[in-house]
């Protein structure tokens, strides 16, 4: 069964410009999440998806958006970049995080904003 | 507002010994909790987890015990190998996300 695989792995982008992650989650697995790990900060949750539809969403200003397709693979957007949003961006997929499973992550895209 | 804290950055073990990773929660809507596993430029693997329902959750070398009443739990990993060496997260499910902690890295001195 494959995992969750996440693409780009790494991305150099400069200030002002957007860039778009993608993700696809394990077969099976409706609800994919989001999340930015910085040194320190831990995981900060950014969004998560189900069917298509976004359940919860993070404290994030609205530079970062998302969406989910109807196959369950997701992508998320970061437009007028700064130099605080390099970071590892991770994705998660579960069968529905609005119940108790755990949850399944992907190796994480490295962004990097010079 | 962290809900979940880690207030170990670093532990250090010797082979063969025990590790204790402790996490504390504030939110008591948590029904669900897990514990990750982190290697550098990787991301987390899932390790075990534990519902509210129980207090103890065991599997191979890993333990996760929950204290409700004290909002805490902790994970023990016995014995404790080099390979064990990552940053550890613990995290609370809440409304559709998983709230994380900062993690502790755990070094496995062999």
């Known amino acids: 069964k494959a995992g969750v695989t996440q693409t780009p792995r790494y991305l150099i982008k400069t200030r002002g410009q957007q860039v778009t992650l993608s993700c696809s989650p394990i077969?099976?697995?409706?609800?994919v999440s989001w999340y930015q790990q910085t040194p320190g900060q831990g995981l900060q949750f950014l969004f998560e998806?189900?069917?298509?539809?976004?359940?919860n969403k993070g404290n994030f200003p609205g530079r970062f958006s998302g969406r989910q397709f109807s196959n369950s693979r997701s992508e998320m957007n970061v437009s007028t970049l700064e130099l605080g949003d390099s970071a590892l961006y991770l994705c998660?997929?579960?069968?529905?995080?609005?119940?108790?499973?755990?949850?399944?992550f992907g190796q994480g895209t490295r962004l990097t904003v010079v | 507002d962290q809900q979940v804290k880690q207030n170990s950055p670093s532990l250090s073990v010797q082979e063969g010994r025990i590790s204790i990773l402790n996490c504390d929660y504030t939110?008591?809507?948590?029904?669900?909790f897990l514990w990750y596993k982190k290697y550098p430029a990787e991301g987390p693997t899932f390790l075990i987890s534990?519902?509210?329902?129980?207090d103890k959750n065991e599997d191979g070398r890993f333990t996760v015990f929950l204290n409700k009443s004290a909002k805490h739990l902790s994970l023990h990993i016995v014995p404790s190998q080099p390979g064990d060496s990552a940053v550890y997260f613990c995290?609370?499910?809440?409304?559709?996300?998983?709230?994380f902690g900062t993690g502790t890295r755990l070094k496995v001195l062999a």
């Open positions: 077969s099976g697995h409706r609800s």
């Open positions: 534990i519902s509210s329902i129980k």
């Open positions: 939110n008591s809507m948590f029904d669900y």
């Open positions: 998806y189900f069917s298509e539809t976004q359940r």
């Open positions: 998660a997929s579960s069968l529905d995080s609005g119940v108790n499973t755990e949850a399944f």
């Open positions: 995290a609370g499910l809440g409304t559709y996300k998983y709230i």
